[in-house]
């Protein structure tokens, strides 16, 4: 399973950490990302990261977001900074085993969270 945290309301400018913990029968991870929905629109890609730590990165979030991995612990990370209005959406984490991702970043994940809402406010 994978347990997504860390949605909220903020301000325009502002900054969330949002994190997805993968536990119980997800083995030998691959690559995780987010993917993000807003209301009317359909699910897209906003970042992911492999196995061996590279990451892509949606056009309209570089330079913004940052995702890190803690393979540890099972647990990604997005660093969400300068949010926009536009980043109104339900966040959802994603894992795969195989190393496949980076294709579309959204069609090719096996294990999904539950979402998170992220709210920005202008």
């Known amino acids: 399973q994978l347990q997504a945290s860390g949605g909220g309301l903020v301000q325009a400018g502002g900054s969330l950490r949002l994190s997805c913990l993968a536990s119980g029968n997800i083995f030998s991870i691959s690559d995780m990302g987010w993917c993000r929905q807003a209301p009317g629109k359909q699910r897209e890609k906003v970042a992911l990261?492999?196995?061996?730590?590279?990451?892509d990165y949606a056009d309209s979030v570089k330079g913004r977001f940052i995702i890190t991995r803690d393979r540890t612990k099972n647990t990604v990370y997005l660093q969400m900074n300068s949010l926009k209005p536009e980043d109104t959406a339900v966040y959802y984490c994603?894992?795969?085993?195989?190393?496949?991702?980076?294709?579309?970043?959204?069609?090719?994940?096996?294990?999904w969270g539950q979402g998170t809402q992220v709210t920005v406010s202008s």
């Open positions: 994603a894992a795969t085993p195989f190393g496949t991702a980076h294709v579309t970043g959204v069609n090719e994940y096996d294990y």
């Open positions: 990261i492999g196995s061996g730590g590279l990451t």
